[in-house]
Every structure is written in C-alpha cells, then in structure tokens.
C-alpha cells in the first residue's frame, strides 16, 4: 500500500513546475507559473512556509538545492533568462548572485556533486549550457558556456556522480583525478554527454535515439565502480536507460513506450527505483530485477475526477 | 511480476486534467504534484490558472515502523548478525543454523503473541490494522517453519513426516486444546460433548494417537467389543521410527500386515455398531471414502495432507512431497481457490526455492521476511543447488539484493538506521556504496547524533564521507554563532579553508571585543593545529597570552618575537601584535635581547602607516628605544 503521507497545499497561485527538498528532506522548495518559489518546512509531517522568494519576472520552471557543506543555496531559473542563486540566513532567502547571460528561457538548473565544489549547470531555450563555478578564494563567480549544446533549445541538465576513474591499484585514489561530466537533453531529440576537459567543456557523445523533444535526463546515482545509468525521457512517449561501464560507450534500452508525453525522471537517493511520470497522469516505479530487466514495481495513478468531496 | 502492479490513486483534479511529476523526496518518499510542460513558452499564466497546487507526499505503507513490530526488527537484527558471524567462523554450521532458524521464528511467535495481547485492548480501525498484521506474521510463521523443515533441518533419511505432523499441530492447535480440556475434566460419558468426535478424529489425523486412545476409553461404551477392538487395533499400528533399527523396508512390512488385519476386521464388520468407530478404522486403511468425509475436518490442504501420509505412507521422503501435495488440493478441489500462502507452502513442497523467494517478496512486511529467509537459505547452502535456467543467477546476488532493499528502507527511519546499517554492512559487493549515499543524507539533528553517524562512518572506512558531515556539522554551528564548536567540527572536517575561515573569525572577535573565547579548545588543538596557517598563528597568539598571564614574560617575549618573524601574521591583526609588545618592552625585567628589539623596530617602521598604530607609534618607538639601550647596555656587560 501507498498512503500519502501530507498533502501539501503551496499557496502557488498557478501550476507548480518542480518539487525539490534539501539535501536532508526536511525543507521543500517548489516553483510555479506564478513567477515565485516557496520554501516550507516538511520536518516530522509538518507544512510550515518558511519564506516566499520573489525576484523572477517569469514563469520558474525548476529548482535545485546545494550540498548543505555550501551553506544552504539554493538555484532557481526562469523564463526571465536568469538564474538566481538564493542563501539562507535564519530562515530567510535572498539573493546571492543572479546569473543573466542567457538569452532565452532558462530550463534546468543542477548543482555539480560537491566534490566539484560549488558548482551548477544552467540549459536554456536559447541552446546553450552555463557552468557557473564559486571561486572561493576571490568569492566570485566564474561563468563558462557551451554554445549551441542542443538547437531549439536545451531542456534538462543532470550531472554524473564524482567517480574516481578505477586506475591501476598502486595509484592514490587522490592522484586519479574526478572527471567532470553531464548529460543534457534537448529540442533536437538528442541526449548528449558533455566533459570537462582543461578548461573547457567538449561533447563526449550525441545519443540518438529519441525521435522527439527530450523532456528529463537524469544520471543515476552510482552504486559501484563500473556502471553508468542515464534515463531520459521525450515527448516520443518513451523512456530510455542508458548504461556505460566506462562513461565514453554507451548501451541503449527502452524501457517502455508509454500512453502519452513523458515530462519526468527522478531516481531515488541510492538509483535503485525510477520514477516515470507525464502526461498519462500515472506516476510509475521501475526497478532493475537481478536478469537486469527493468519491471514497473508500482503505479500511482492520479486523477479519476474525484476531487475531495469534503 | 505485470500482476502484482498495484495502482493507487490520488484524488486531485489538476493532476487529472494536466498529468502529474514526480521527484523523490527522501529515501522512501516521492513528491509528486500536477504538471504539464508548457509546450511553446510565453509569459503568462499557464491553462490551469488559477489552480490550487498541491505538493503529495507519498510513502510505502512500511509497517515496521509502527512501535508494535520495533521488537521484531531490533531482534531479528540480533539474530541476522549472529547468523553472519556464525557463517564467518564455522565452516560447519548447520546445526547452528537450524538454532538460528529457530530462534527467527520464536522472535515471530513472541510478536504474534504481542500482537494478540494487543488486539484485546484496542479497537477501530486500529483493531482491524492489528489483526491485518497477526494474519501477515501468522503466514510468515507457518512458511518459515515449513521452510526451516525442508531447507535447513538436516532430516534423517529423509523420513519428512514426524516433523510434518509437528509443523501442523503447531499450526493448527484447535484438536489438541479441545483434547486437553476434555481429558482433564470430568470423566466418562466424555461422548455428550458436543466436540467428542471431531476431536477424536482430528487428535487422530495429527498423529496423536495415545490422545484419541485416552479420549476413547473415557466413551462410555469404552468397554464394548468395538472399542476394545479399536483399542487394540490403535496400540498395535506401526510407527515409524528411524531411530529403533528398523529398515524402511522392514517397517513397511509390518504397516502391510497391520492394515490387513485392521482391514479383516472392518470386513467382518466388528465396527458396525458406532458409525464413528467405522470411521476412524476405515481411515486407518485409506479408505477413499471414508477419508472423502473426514476433509471437513481440515482447514487447510496441508493439513489433509500430513494426515493422509500420517495413514498411507508414513515412510514418505521429502523430496516426493509436492506430487502429494498436488494430489491433496485436487482431493479436496481447492485448485482455483488457492491463496497466496498455499501458493508458497506448495512451492516450497516442490522445493523450488526460487518461487517460495518470489512469492514471499509480495508479502507486506515491508521485506522484513524476504531478506531474513533468502539471508538464512543462502546460508544453508540452498541457493547455490538449485538447478536455474537464466545462466547468470548468482545466489550472492540474489541475496545481496534484498538486504540492500531492507537496509535501505531502516536507513529512512529516524531511530532505525543503525540496524539499516547493519544489513549493509553484509554486502559484500554494493554496500558499502550504499552507504557512501545515504550516510551522509542522514539529517544532523543534534551534535550526539552527528558524532554517532561521523562514527559510523570511520567504522567503515570512509573519511571523505565523515569530513563531509563534520564540515556540514561546523557550517550549522557556525551559523548558529558557535565558533568554537564550529571550529571543532571542521578540524575533523579537514576542511583547511573552513578552518582558516573560522580562526579568522576568533582574530577578529578577539580584535574587536578584546576576549579569546572557546579557551579550551584553543589549549587542547595538540597536533590539529597544523591544520592551516591561520590555526597556527591563533593558536600561538592564545599561548602567548596565557603566558602573558601566566606572567611568564622571557617566554612570552620569545614567543612575541618568533610570530613577529613569521609570515603567518594576518595584515589586519598587525596592530594589535604590534602593540602587545609595549608592555614587554617596558616590563621591569628585561625580557627583549637588542636583536629582539631591532625586529620590533623594523617591524614598527614597515608597518607605520597603519590606522591602528597611528596614535600608538610613537609611544612604541619610545619603548622600543628605551628597551634597546637598556639591552645594549646589558649584553656589552656580559661580554
């Protein structure tokens, strides 16, 4: 059984287009088509607004909170083309820097793993990626772009989990150095896989399977060394699982072709169960069995017109 | 696994006419709200404005973590290590195993009982929400017991069926209560009992001889000629015993003669007299008939099925179980009605471990059994001998996946996550990633907490994870203005910047306010104090004034002198170094050689452009000056 837990009404006067708690699930943050993103409270079962940011002149289309190690940041973006990083203090956000070098909406927002540092992607309708990284020593912030990532525009951003590369056993793990890398999907039906290489950001691989608009792209949390999972997801219905075992080749599977658009991927915290969800109003739970097939473990479906009738 | 897709559903008309996302909440929740993407954007309200828009927090139902069934995870947690530890260093470890096994389904009984107890006491639908539960354990019980019979209980020479007619006494203790009460009342004329019969044939059925011959002789017919015979008849059956030298072959032998002779007395109709006593002898013999009436006395198939081996063939092996079992649920035409529970109990009949594996996942414990049994049946040795037809079932695999799935659903809970831990702990080849990810997700409520999972972590070899959480602990602390601890916390971090960052913050608290907190923790850094240049300096700066105090001035003074020739001093705290030395320098005991003195006063020269100086400098050079002479003077004495 499935039971909800809390209901939480945001207040957001118009849809709300992404839900994120902090890195502890005691904060939740959404944003909405109401120009504003809100902050409550979720800790023991509770619903308390904690505060309302208003500094966007657009619709918000997604969120993103900071590894706690940062203070507690945390990034919105807009179709105001800009991208606000918010700070707490006792409670209260404000603005900490905005970021408006983009020259459309912006779509998606991520921080980097913290072993990056202070770092956060940034896709837009204009087609390209920003990495804004923290200088700490000059406590500024440094702005590099990928232009023309996706033609039509950029959708989704998800960053690959800081593995060390498996070098030969004598080596310090401190010497292997961290690879940066992210998936980004787009207008242009591909999903493709960017790298950190020197001082820039190369295309590592263009995944061409989608035969539409790509919506989410997510990259699974790592359990093991050896294995790369991406799920993206597109407007062709469709769900696709991607796996490497060396981040460069990649394996295509589609996990289902589903009744409508899907809008969403979201793997739990240790990448063992994939939420699916989108325009069918169904809410799917996939799990890879030991054969390493993927099943629908369950479904949350919502809808039927039963609005409360208390 | 498509049938067992469960569908819930969420009462929300926006999630119905626009769709819905999704993103998980925590380790066991998900978020999910009405959504749709806007397809070509523009700047203004969405289709569904004005909406409400709700965020729904949804969870598994998970049981055990209700304060009832608290016991049942803390002690099969006990028994689950002690299972572990056992296959560690044993290299023989059945019969152990077997006490283990035991000792799991006595933790199940003792919060059956619990349950029960608590039943009574409560109402509502919290009543209906315990006897949901007694009917899951109950199951869970009845498995395990089976399982623990045909999968760890080494059974001599296969003879199956006395631990079979345990198994379903033990399940089924109406006869056996009902017998009791009757045989420990009044006696004789014990037939006017409603029950008599049924308890007759039923202590029967299970094996209980002696009973049913006990419950006969308190009949008051008990001294006729048919229950004589019966009687006799009773005392002479055949029972199986590995253990009394008889051979299978031998023992079936006397069984044939035995039934010959029972079946010689029915014929000749001695038993006519008590259609009762008909019965019983006609089951004795197998009688199709007679054993088609008696079913109604069997709640389950599994009882019908011991029963009929009990009396047709009492020498059966375990592995022919399945075919009989088969024939029981046909006997009794049962096959579309079957239930989950008979499901498993006949797959473990069959000995396909797989399925009963399969089948006990879809239990709503929440995976409490699933993980213990498939734990305890790897263990045993039962994994590795199956015969499976996908090439690459790897029985570590198989369990690994179902402690991770049960270690991982404790690590959501507040209080339980240690024993999450644990489970983790035992696989070998994912989980100690696992809990690289969730370790750190772990809120920090408190410092006590906080140190318990910085622990937990060291234990395992993680110090990145560890540093992580210190940092984290010391940004809270530092917010909340509690430097010291804050300073604690990122020395364990590692943190060098962080540490830095907050010796800053004591100099210029010192700077401004005049008062070195966090006294005690700036005395006891020992070796920590390497930890940046920053620590260093304030550390050394904290000696010198407890010197200082200590009016140990010659030491103090030295100290003075090495900080004023090193390159750690922070530009802003010049001033006030600068000025400490006046005093010194004017102290009545000489404590600045001339060397000394020329370094405060090249340090003074280089640094008299500073604000703070700016109405001390002179006063300095003057000290400064009178030192020097006095000092001149002093060591041209001494050569």
């Given at each position: 059984m499935v039971s909800i837990l809390n209901s939480i009404d945001t207040g957001h006067e118009d849809m709300v287009h992404d839900a994120e708690v902090d890195y502890y699930g005691l904060r939740l943050a959404t944003c909405s088509s109401d120009n504003s993103v809100k902050v409550y409270d979720i800790k023991n079962g509770g619903t308390a607004l904690l505060d309302d940011l208003k500094g966007h002149f657009g619709p918000v289309w997604q969120i993103a909170w900071s590894h706690p190690k940062f203070g507690n940041l945390l990034a919105s973006c807009s179709y105001d083309r800009k991208v606000i990083i918010w700070k707490e203090q006792n409670g209260k956000f404000s603005k900490y820097y905005e970021y408006a070098n983009h020259d459309s909406s912006v779509n998606s927002v991520q921080f980097a793993p913290p072993e990056y540092g202070l770092v956060l992607a940034c896709g837009s309708s204009d087609g390209s990626i920003s990495i804004l990284s923290y200088i700490s020593e000059t406590h500024n912030w440094d702005a590099k772009k990928i232009q023309n990532a996706h033609a039509i525009g950029c959708n989704a951003v998800s960053w690959a989990p800081a593995i060390t590369p498996m070098t030969s056993d004598f080596s310090q793990s401190d010497s292997a150095k961290l690879v940066k890398r992210l998936v980004s999907g787009g207008c242009d039906n591909l999903v493709k896989i960017w790298r950190e290489e020197e001082d820039r950001w190369v295309e590592e691989n263009k995944l061409e399977v989608h035969s539409d608009w790509v919506r989410d792209v997510a990259w699974a949390p790592s359990i093991g060394l050896h294995q790369h999972t991406i799920a993206s997801c597109s407007q062709d219905r469709r769900v696709i699982i991607w796996t490497s075992d060396d981040g460069t080749n990649w394996n295509s599977t589609v996990l289902q072709t589903f009744d409508d658009v899907v809008w969403n991927v979201s793997w739990s915290l240790n990448g063992n169960i994939l939420a699916v969800s989108g325009g069918d109003n169904k809410i799917t739970l996939w799990k890879q069995n030991l054969q390493g097939n993927w099943q629908c473990v369950s479904d949350v479906v919502k809808g039927q017109g039963q609005i409360n009738s208390q | 696994m498509e049938t067992t897709v469960k569908t819930f559903i969420i009462p929300n008309e926006l999630c119905r006419r626009a769709g819905v996302a999704a993103s998980w909440l925590s380790i066991n929740e998900l978020g999910v709200f009405g959504h749709q993407k806007i397809v070509s954007q523009v700047d203004k309200p969405s289709a569904f404005a004005p909406s409400d828009a709700s965020v729904f927090q949804l969870r598994q139902d998970i049981i055990l973590f209700k304060p009832i069934l608290r016991k049942l995870v803390n002690e099969a947690n006990g028994t689950f290590l002690n299972v572990q530890n056992l296959t560690a260093t044993a290299s023989e470890h059945k019969p152990e195993l077997l006490k283990m096994s035991r000792q799991y389904r006595s933790i199940v009984r003792a919060c059956l009982e619990n349950l029960q107890d608590e039943v009574m006491r409560a109402n509502g639908d919290y009543r209906e929400e315990l006897q949901n539960y007694i009917t899951i354990f109950y199951s869970v019980e009845c498995i395990?017991?089976?399982?623990?019979?045909?999968?760890?209980?080494?059974?001599?020479?296969?003879?199956?069926?006395?631990?079979?007619?345990?198994?379903?006494?033990?399940?089924?203790?109406?006869?056996?209560?009902?017998?009791?009460?009757?045989?420990?009342?009044?006696?004789?004329?014990?037939?006017?009992?409603?029950?008599?019969?049924?308890?007759?044939?039923?202590?029967?059925?299970?094996?209980?001889?002696?009973?049913?011959r006990a419950l006969l002789k308190l009949h008051s017919d008990a001294e006729t000629q048919p229950f004589k015979v019966v009687d006799q008849c009773l005392r002479a059956m055949p029972v199986y015993n590995m253990f009394s030298g008889t051979s299978v072959a031998e023992f079936n032998m006397q069984w044939n003669h035995w039934v010959v002779d029972v079946q010689s007395k029915i014929d000749a109709k001695l038993f006519i007299s008590c259609y009762n006593l008909n019965l019983i002898m006609k089951l004795a013999v197998g009688d199709e008939i007679a054993w088609g009436e008696i079913q109604q006395y069997c709640e389950a198939w599994y009882e019908l099925l011991a029963a009929w081996l009990f009396f047709t063939q009492p020498t059966v092996k375990s592995f022919e179980l399945g075919q009989l079992a088969k024939q029981c649920i046909t006997k009794m035409s049962i096959g579309n009605r079957i239930k989950h529970l008979d499901r498993v109990l006949l797959a473990a009949m069959e000995f396909d471990v797989l399925q009963v594996i399969k089948e006990v996942q879809h239990m709503t414990e929440n995976g409490w059994f699933v993980c213990h049994?498939?734990?305890?049946?790897?263990?045993?040795?039962?994994?590795?001998?199956?015969?499976?037809?996908?090439?690459?079932?790897?029985?570590?695999?198989?369990?690994?996946?179902?402690?991770?799935?049960?270690?991982?659903?404790?690590?959501?809970?507040?209080?339980?996550?240690?024993?999450?831990?644990?489970?983790?702990?035992?696989?070998?080849?994912?989980?100690?990633?696992?809990?690289?990810?969730?370790?750190?997700?772990?809120?920090?409520?408190?410092?006590?907490?906080?140190?318990?999972?910085?622990?937990?972590?060291?234990?395992?070899?993680?110090?990145?994870?560890?540093?992580?959480?210190?940092?984290?602990?010391?940004?809270?602390?530092?917010?909340?203005?509690?430097?010291?601890?804050?300073?604690?916390?990122?020395?364990?971090?590692?943190?060098?910047?962080?540490?830095?960052?907050?010796?800053?913050?004591?100099?210029?608290?010192?700077?401004?306010?005049?008062?070195?907190?966090?006294?005690?923790?700036?005395?006891?850094?020992?070796?920590?104090?390497?930890?940046?240049?920053?620590?260093?300096?304030?550390?050394?700066?904290?000696?010198?004034?407890?010197?200082?105090?200590?009016?140990?001035?010659?030491?103090?003074?030295?100290?003075l002198i090495s900080l004023l020739e090193s390159k750690i001093i922070p530009n802003y705290f010049w001033g006030i170094l600068l000025t400490e030395t006046v005093p010194l320098l004017e102290c009545e005991e000489m404590v600045f050689s001339s060397t000394d003195t020329f370094t405060i006063m090249q340090c003074l020269e280089e640094r008299e452009h500073l604000k703070e100086l700016k109405d001390k400098i002179a006063l300095s050079r003057l000290a400064a000056t009178r030192n020097l002479a006095r000092a001149l003077v002093h060591e041209a004495q001494l050569n």
């Amino acid at each position: 059984m499935v039971s909800i837990l809390n209901s939480i009404d945001t207040g957001h006067e118009d849809m709300v287009h992404d839900a994120e708690v902090d890195y502890y699930g005691l904060r939740l943050a959404t944003c909405s088509s109401d120009n504003s993103v809100k902050v409550y409270d979720i800790k023991n079962g509770g619903t308390a607004l904690l505060d309302d940011l208003k500094g966007h002149f657009g619709p918000v289309w997604q969120i993103a909170w900071s590894h706690p190690k940062f203070g507690n940041l945390l990034a919105s973006c807009s179709y105001d083309r800009k991208v606000i990083i918010w700070k707490e203090q006792n409670g209260k956000f404000s603005k900490y820097y905005e970021y408006a070098n983009h020259d459309s909406s912006v779509n998606s927002v991520q921080f980097a793993p913290p072993e990056y540092g202070l770092v956060l992607a940034c896709g837009s309708s204009d087609g390209s990626i920003s990495i804004l990284s923290y200088i700490s020593e000059t406590h500024n912030w440094d702005a590099k772009k990928i232009q023309n990532a996706h033609a039509i525009g950029c959708n989704a951003v998800s960053w690959a989990p800081a593995i060390t590369p498996m070098t030969s056993d004598f080596s310090q793990s401190d010497s292997a150095k961290l690879v940066k890398r992210l998936v980004s999907g787009g207008c242009d039906n591909l999903v493709k896989i960017w790298r950190e290489e020197e001082d820039r950001w190369v295309e590592e691989n263009k995944l061409e399977v989608h035969s539409d608009w790509v919506r989410d792209v997510a990259w699974a949390p790592s359990i093991g060394l050896h294995q790369h999972t991406i799920a993206s997801c597109s407007q062709d219905r469709r769900v696709i699982i991607w796996t490497s075992d060396d981040g460069t080749n990649w394996n295509s599977t589609v996990l289902q072709t589903f009744d409508d658009v899907v809008w969403n991927v979201s793997w739990s915290l240790n990448g063992n169960i994939l939420a699916v969800s989108g325009g069918d109003n169904k809410i799917t739970l996939w799990k890879q069995n030991l054969q390493g097939n993927w099943q629908c473990v369950s479904d949350v479906v919502k809808g039927q017109g039963q609005i409360n009738s208390q | 696994m498509e049938t067992t897709v469960k569908t819930f559903i969420i009462p929300n008309e926006l999630c119905r006419r626009a769709g819905v996302a999704a993103s998980w909440l925590s380790i066991n929740e998900l978020g999910v709200f009405g959504h749709q993407k806007i397809v070509s954007q523009v700047d203004k309200p969405s289709a569904f404005a004005p909406s409400d828009a709700s965020v729904f927090q949804l969870r598994q139902d998970i049981i055990l973590f209700k304060p009832i069934l608290r016991k049942l995870v803390n002690e099969a947690n006990g028994t689950f290590l002690n299972v572990q530890n056992l296959t560690a260093t044993a290299s023989e470890h059945k019969p152990e195993l077997l006490k283990m096994s035991r000792q799991y389904r006595s933790i199940v009984r003792a919060c059956l009982e619990n349950l029960q107890d608590e039943v009574m006491r409560a109402n509502g639908d919290y009543r209906e929400e315990l006897q949901n539960y007694i009917t899951i354990f109950y199951s869970v019980e009845c498995i395990w017991h089976l399982c623990e019979i045909l999968f760890v209980d080494a059974v001599p020479g296969n003879i199956v069926l006395p631990h079979l007619l345990d198994w379903v006494r033990f399940h089924f203790p109406k006869y056996e209560r009902n017998a009791a009460t009757m045989l420990s009342g009044d006696l004789g004329g014990l037939e006017s009992h409603p029950d008599y019969w049924e308890t007759v044939i039923g202590s029967l059925l299970q094996g209980r001889i002696k009973v049913a011959r006990a419950l006969l002789k308190l009949h008051s017919d008990a001294e006729t000629q048919p229950f004589k015979v019966v009687d006799q008849c009773l005392r002479a059956m055949p029972v199986y015993n590995m253990f009394s030298g008889t051979s299978v072959a031998e023992f079936n032998m006397q069984w044939n003669h035995w039934v010959v002779d029972v079946q010689s007395k029915i014929d000749a109709k001695l038993f006519i007299s008590c259609y009762n006593l008909n019965l019983i002898m006609k089951l004795a013999v197998g009688d199709e008939i007679a054993w088609g009436e008696i079913q109604q006395y069997c709640e389950a198939w599994y009882e019908l099925l011991a029963a009929w081996l009990f009396f047709t063939q009492p020498t059966v092996k375990s592995f022919e179980l399945g075919q009989l079992a088969k024939q029981c649920i046909t006997k009794m035409s049962i096959g579309n009605r079957i239930k989950h529970l008979d499901r498993v109990l006949l797959a473990a009949m069959e000995f396909d471990v797989l399925q009963v594996i399969k089948e006990v996942q879809h239990m709503t414990e929440n995976g409490w059994f699933v993980c213990h049994l498939t734990d305890l049946l790897y263990h045993a040795g039962r994994l590795s001998d199956l015969n499976v037809e996908s090439e690459n079932f790897q029985p570590e695999k198989l369990r690994e996946s179902f402690l991770i799935d049960y270690g991982t659903l404790l690590m959501g809970h507040k209080s339980l996550w240690q024993v999450g831990l644990s489970y983790l702990d035992h696989c070998p080849q994912d989980g100690l990633e696992v809990t690289k990810l969730l370790l750190p997700r772990l809120p920090l409520d408190s410092e006590l907490r906080t140190q318990k999972i910085v622990r937990e972590a060291i234990n395992r070899n993680l110090p990145e994870t560890a540093q992580s959480i210190c940092k984290v602990q010391g940004m809270v602390c530092k917010n909340r203005g509690r430097l010291g601890h804050a300073l604690a916390w990122a020395l364990k971090s590692q943190d060098s910047a962080f540490v830095s960052y907050l010796a800053d913050k004591f100099l210029r608290q010192y700077s401004e306010s005049g008062n070195l907190t966090n006294a005690d923790l700036l005395d006891n850094l020992g070796s920590c104090i390497l930890a940046s240049d920053r620590l260093i300096f304030l550390g050394k700066y904290f000696e010198f004034h407890k010197l200082y105090r200590a009016k140990e001035y010659k030491e103090a003074a030295s100290l003075l002198i090495s900080l004023l020739e090193s390159k750690i001093i922070p530009n802003y705290f010049w001033g006030i170094l600068l000025t400490e030395t006046v005093p010194l320098l004017e102290c009545e005991e000489m404590v600045f050689s001339s060397t000394d003195t020329f370094t405060i006063m090249q340090c003074l020269e280089e640094r008299e452009h500073l604000k703070e100086l700016k109405d001390k400098i002179a006063l300095s050079r003057l000290a400064a000056t009178r030192n020097l002479a006095r000092a001149l003077v002093h060591e041209a004495q001494l050569n």
